[in-house]
């Protein structure tokens, strides 16, 4: 589950070329329309530029919105059959939603994607399957787990900024929490030890060998102990002051990266570039990244989906291959940072040995790589993007003090029992 940047409509891209309207179809001059659908910083901008010169007949534009918004349109579009771009993402929290209604999507399979299988992690392919074989969708990246930590906050309130002794503060999620009350020690005023209770907790939620669902598609997080046992030590944390109180992709927590309000930040490879995106330039360097405590894990990764409603399915299909293959896989990765679900390119020393100079030369193609090897995929339900949602909301209602840690938790099974 990727919550990406908050934006709204149909935005052209800067390297694409201006096109009039969001649908698809013929552009001036006969060229092909493409449009496509995503909920933020894919990594694509350099991309789709490449992708136009070497296909002059084709003209294309994104339209991004919020990660909630993006997948409820995309789902009343679907329902009538009218609306959808070319080409729409979807995140690996919503993927079963969707793949329960495979005829509203081409069949990839049927488009060639049965010869491209081997290129993705086995996980990641059949996580996108219908039941009845059907391909909805080519996996972009997967999300992976690390910490993104600040290093001279650290540094004034005492603490290491070194990432190996960093990373050795916080073996378990508890011993983060224990850091994090040393931190408010000393920390410079107005600055707590995480972001928001929300982000701490999908991260928790990553890493437990069951989630919101079971695989019968039962929901189950009333009664998943590693998850209760961790919006418990998440509510202790914010009552204990170490939470700036921030919700991922909200206009105030982007804000909170510019003005350095908090000092670490759950870190699964997407995050990176959102990060550089919002802290600016003025940050590069004070940015680093360790290991997440607990070891492995996962949080986001998405998919390429291509709408039958689409007047272009042919060359839209084209586009997606083309996006997801390992090239602009390993691009998007050393761009952006997202790490890529196709296994051969954690092999490839390219990626292995890249380091990112806006996060101090942090070695994360060997920090993630390595985490991808050791994946051990979540099952993920049918409205999984929807309960993170709710989980987060609860866990806001408790940094906002409208509840106890009890009675939000409460409350929140209860909804998503409804």
């Not at 771009?85 to 929290?93: F, S, Y």
């Not at 030890?193 to 039962?218: C, E, H, R």
């Not at 979540?378 to 989980?391: E, L, N, R, S």
Request: glycine share 12%.
């Amino acid at each position: 589950m990727r919550p990406k940047a908050l934006a709204l409509g149909c935005a052209v891209m800067a390297t694409a070329l201006v096109l009039s309207g969001c649908g698809s179809g013929t552009a001036s001059g006969g060229k092909t329309k493409l449009t496509i659908g995503l909920f933020g910083n894919f990594g694509y901008a350099e991309l789709l530029k490449e992708y136009a010169a070497a296909h002059p007949d084709v003209e294309i534009s994104d339209r991004t919105a919020s990660y909630s918004d993006h997948h409820k349109n995309l789902a009343a579009h679907l329902a009538t059959s009218s609306g959808a771009a070319d080409i729409e993402a979807v995140d690996t929290g919503y993927v079963n939603q969707f793949k329960a209604t495979p005829d509203k999507f081409v069949d990839l399979n049927t488009k060639g994607g049965d010869q491209l299988k081997d290129r993705w992690l086995p996980w990641k392919w059949e996580a996108s399957l219908s039941k009845d074989g059907k391909q909805i969708g080519y996996g972009t990246d997967i999300g992976g787990l690390a910490i993104c930590y600040r290093r001279d906050l650290l540094q004034n309130a005492g603490l290491p900024a070194d990432r190996d002794q960093v990373a050795a503060l916080w073996p378990t999620w508890k011993d983060f929490m224990a850091a994090g009350k040393k931190f408010q020690e000393k920390a410079p005023e107005g600055v707590k030890w995480f972001d928001g209770g929300p982000t701490v907790l999908n991260a928790i939620v990553g890493q437990a060998s069951t989630g919101y669902y079971d695989k019968t598609d039962k929901i189950v997080v009333g009664e998943n102990k590693e998850i209760k046992d961790g919006w418990d030590l998440v509510v202790d944390g914010v009552n204990s002051g170490l939470s700036s109180k921030l919700l991922y992709s909200t206009p105030v927590w982007n804000t909170g990266f510019k003005q350095g309000q908090f000092a670490t930040v759950t870190c699964p490879a997407w995050q990176m570039a959102k990060i550089k995106d919002q802290a600016g330039p003025e940050a590069a360097g004070k940015w680093d990244v360790t290991s997440v405590p607990g070891g492995g894990g996962n949080w986001g990764g998405s998919y390429l989906t291509v709408p039958k409603s689409g007047k272009n399915v042919d060359k839209a299909v084209e586009l997606a291959a083309w996006l997801t293959a390992p090239e602009q896989q390993a691009k998007v990765f050393k761009s952006a940072g997202l790490l890529p679900s196709i296994p051969k390119l954690y092999e490839d020393p390219s990626i292995i040995d890249y380091k990112n100079p806006y996060f101090n030369d942090a070695p994360i193609g060997k920090l993630f790589t390595d985490a991808a090897k050791k994946l051990n995929p979540q099952y993920q339900g049918p409205k999984a993007g929807d309960i993170q949602t709710a989980i987060g909301n609860a866990m806001q209602r408790v940094e906002q003090g409208k509840q106890n840690g009890e009675e939000s938790w409460k409350q929140f099974v209860g909804d998503v029992q409804k």
